[in-house]
């Protein structure tokens, strides 16, 4: 049974940083596709960034590029999102996501086509 677990998220000013974690048990985060969504209160969930790691590729929202890096611990089998000068715009429940896959896909950020989630994890900056 797959199951992906998120902590990390917590309660920051405008400029802070935070790294949020997802551990993944029953599967192997290295060789699948993993992404990190988020979802502000009345907005759509959003892809934020994603992994494939085992490829070589990465992917980011362009809200986020140079602030937010994903990157992959494979001993841990945990991904992290290091997440520096945070904005008020970034407040969401941040969740993590995963599928099987042999590639990357250039519709990484479509929500659809991951089939693990997890519980997701708060983020909040205040201005």
């Known amino acids: 049974q797959v199951q992906l677990v998120e902590s990390g998220g917590g309660s920051v000013q405008t400029g802070g940083s935070l790294r949020l974690s997802c551990t993944a048990f029953g599967y192997t985060v290295n060789t699948n596709c993993m992404t990190w969504f988020r979802q502000a209160p009345g907005k759509e969930r959003e892809a934020v960034a994603g992994?494939?790691?085992?490829?070589?590729?990465?992917d980011y929202a362009d809200s986020v590029k140079g602030r937010f890096t994903i990157s992959q611990d494979s001993a841990k089998n945990t991904v992290y999102l290091q997440m520096n000068s945070l904005k008020p715009e970034d407040t969401a429940l941040y969740y993590c996501a995963a599928r099987e896959c042999l590639t990357w896909y250039t519709n990484w950020n479509d929500r659809r086509i991951y089939r693990y989630w997890g519980q997701g994890t708060q983020v909040t900056v205040s201005s």
């Open positions: 992994l494939y790691s085992i490829g070589g590729s990465t």
